[in-house]
């Protein structure tokens, strides 16, 4: 909807940690468990566990490792955003979508 | 998130229909029923019954009426849309909430 996507995502495992540099992040549990480690500016983390029903925003800017023993969510983002922000760390495992989306 | 709302509203009865001049309007479907009854350019209706689970995209411009027996939605808009849009036909019937939203 206008220049925004409106995506859904099966996930499971471990995702890797990313930023996006312009965007906020809204996140909806549709179903299953969906967490959430986020970096603080200090350097210490916090961990979110989002079941079905919940929501969360990730700021923009913030680094952020999702990670779920299954699940699927429903996110907000402008068209264009990558899956794994405009930095991650490391290299990308095998099972890690990094995308901007597929269509339905 | 960025200068949008996530709202969530418990419908129930007739809306009224309107129309945003400047932006589309994306539904959720989070329990119960929801209907849209939409305004073709040729002057013909078209409408769609949505239930849990169920998304669907208002054109800009589209006149629309919601209508529901009992349900609650999901919306994105950008801040300050009104509920109500930027043009209504008729009176605002005293159960309708012609709002931008309410902070939780």
Redesign the interface.
Known sequence: ??D?D?RVAHVKGEHVWHSHTD????F?V?SGQFNLTLRNTDGTETSVELVQ?D?Y?VP?GTEHKPSSPGGSI?M?E?SGTSTTGDNFDGELPDHVDSTTGHQL
């Open positions: 909807m206008n925004y409106v965007t906020d992040e809204f909806l549709l029903g929501t925003v923009k429903l907000f402008p």
